[in-house]
């Protein structure tokens, strides 16, 4: 999960590109970078941390020019701890190449080889996202020598060559030096992409985003989701072209994307991602009726801050009275995508704090979006019992996280899952609940499509082991799992891609 933005206007996008990041930061805390274009040159400044600590007023100064792309991290592929593998990746050929992106690749490693061996080509970081850089890089080179004359045709082509050699989730935005911006999405849409516009008095302005939410906060029209296998070509002066680039493309969204990835007001593949929420509260809630009709539940309590439409829409449905019970602490990041236990479990208690009037003596319903390691739920279950709860009842509004996602979501090893290989009960003893509650899976589907029927499938891997690109064996698993377990931790300053940081910073000394 990372958040990416593209952007052309009519007027410098240092701070729009910047806005932006800020309200996509929930999609990834571990980097930030921006990148523009002023004419023929690029500009970028990428750094670790939270979009405010990764820019200063000196770096935005030198971010020049009226389109340009930008990019928060959230690390599943690569390392965690290596600033030069924060986004975007530059390559200089053909033309030169800035390119951003979401997802994750999973035949990273057969690309490698065979741009090594056969592209000639070399990977200088662990990233799969410059990998797929350098795909489209190469692809446009192959499209160039069958078609000399370099136009969308030829940037289209290159495209559907990506879609041909790449395997996995990816939502790209890209900007091609002296001809546009490029977006384009896998040939099933698991990760998301939208597109929108601004029309003021010197012309028509783009964004791409991964959320609509972004284009609402900067002022755009969200016009529609970009297609599976689509790709959007703008160019500086802001005409466009799009094309399906897929041979068959199928889509298949993200379902984890509505349970927690997406801010509840975004809108993504015509869903709105509160409404789903809703919707699962109200199905979850026909499953306790159905099912555990012999609890006792004085108040139902949400777990801050996805958790509540469920939540609220579970109580009403129930005739049970609605409690905030935890106070939030919003400087905390979000501990389902910090790396590492020790840190997931300190930060809880820290983010968290339980309104003792709201548990003692009362039978209640916790409600969560999901149930990932169970480290965050253990601690909130053990906060409530602490504030003097009788009788402690947990619900997830998705089905048992049982398998790793390859697709971009941090949950490659199955022994980090709780539920990889417990039954429900033993998850309910394991994280100290009286009673747990999971939602089924065609619910959860049945919440999405109550608010868009079209949508006929989804990728599930995480709750079914069921992997919609049809190329995830057993022995690719482990393969991830035990590179996971045995990656060392890299330092900040290792080499990586080449600095455009410091480029940037000596030519405005």
Not at 6 to 27: F, M
Not at 129 to 152: G, K
Request: aromatic share 8%; net charge negative; with cysteine.
């Amino acid at each position: 999960m990372c958040g990416i933005l593209g952007v052309v206007a009519t007027s410098p996008v240092n701070q729009l590109l910047y806005d932006g990041l800020l309200v996509l930061q929930h999609r990834g805390q571990d980097a930030a970078g921006i990148a523009t274009a002023q004419g023929q040159k690029f500009l970028m400044h990428k750094g670790s941390g939270l979009v405010r600590d990764a820019f200063r007023t000196r770096n935005m100064r030198n971010l020049q020019g009226n389109w340009g792309i930008a990019h928060v991290r959230y690390p599943t592929a690569g390392s965690a701890y290596n600033a030069a593998e924060a986004q975007p990746f530059y390559v200089n050929s053909p033309f030169g190449i800035m390119l951003a992106h979401n997802g994750n690749l999973t035949n990273s490693e057969e690309l490698k080889l065979d741009m090594f061996r056969t592209d000639l080509r070399h990977i200088n970081t662990t990233s799969d996202s410059e990998v797929l850089l350098n795909v489209l890089a190469h692809e446009m080179m192959q499209a160039l020598r069958e078609r000399p004359t370099f136009d969308h045709e030829t940037i289209f082509r290159a495209v559907a060559g990506v879609h041909r050699r790449c395997r996995g989730a990816y939502a790209v935005v890209a900007m091609i030096a002296g001809f546009g911006l490029l977006a384009f999405r896998d040939p099933y849409g698991i990760r998301p992409l939208v597109i929108g516009n601004n029309e003021t008095a010197n012309g028509t302005e783009w964004l791409v985003a991964s959320e609509s939410v972004a284009l609402d906060t900067l002022g755009f029209k969200l016009l529609r989701d970009i297609a599976p296998g689509e790709a959007v070509l703008i160019s500086p002066e802001g005409a466009i072209k799009s094309q399906q680039c897929a041979e068959r493309p199928n889509y298949a969204p993200c379902l984890f994307e509505y349970v927690y990835l997406a801010r509840p007001d975004s809108l993504m593949d015509g869903v709105s991602v509160y409404e789903s929420r809703v919707k699962m509260g109200e199905f979850l809630a026909q499953k306790i009726q159905r099912d555990h009709a012999d609890l006792q539940i004085d108040a139902v309590i949400p777990i801050p801050d996805s958790s509540r439409p469920s939540a609220m829409e579970l109580a009403r449905v129930l005739n049970v009275p609605y409690r905030e019970g935890f106070v939030k602490n919003r400087y905390i990041g979000r501990t389902f995508i910090m790396p590492g236990q020790a840190v997931r479990r300190k930060s809880v208690r820290q983010k968290l704090n339980a309104i003792t009037q709201e548990f003692k003596g009362k039978n209640v319903l916790l409600v969560d979006d999901s149930i990932v390691r169970g480290t965050t739920s253990q601690e909130i279950v053990a906060m409530a019992r602490e504030a003097g709860a009788n009788k402690v009842y947990f619900a997830s509004a998705a089905p048992p996280v049982r398998y790793a996602n390859v697709y971009g979501i941090d949950m490659p090893t199955r022994d980090e899952l709780i539920a990889s290989n417990r039954t429900d009960d033993e998850i309910r003893a394991a994280i100290g609940a009286d009673a747990l509650i999971y939602q089924t899976l065609d619910m959860l589907k049945a919440s999405i499509t109550a608010c868009n029927p079209s949508i006929e499938q989804f990728e599930t891997s995480c709750f079914d082991g069921c992997y919609i690109t049809g190329d995830v064996t057993a022995a690719y698993l482990d393969g991830v799992e035990n590179q996971r377990k045995g990656a060392p931790k890299q330092s900040d300053d290792e080499g990586g891609q080449l600095d455009l940081n410091l480029v940037a910073s000596e030519e405005n000394a």
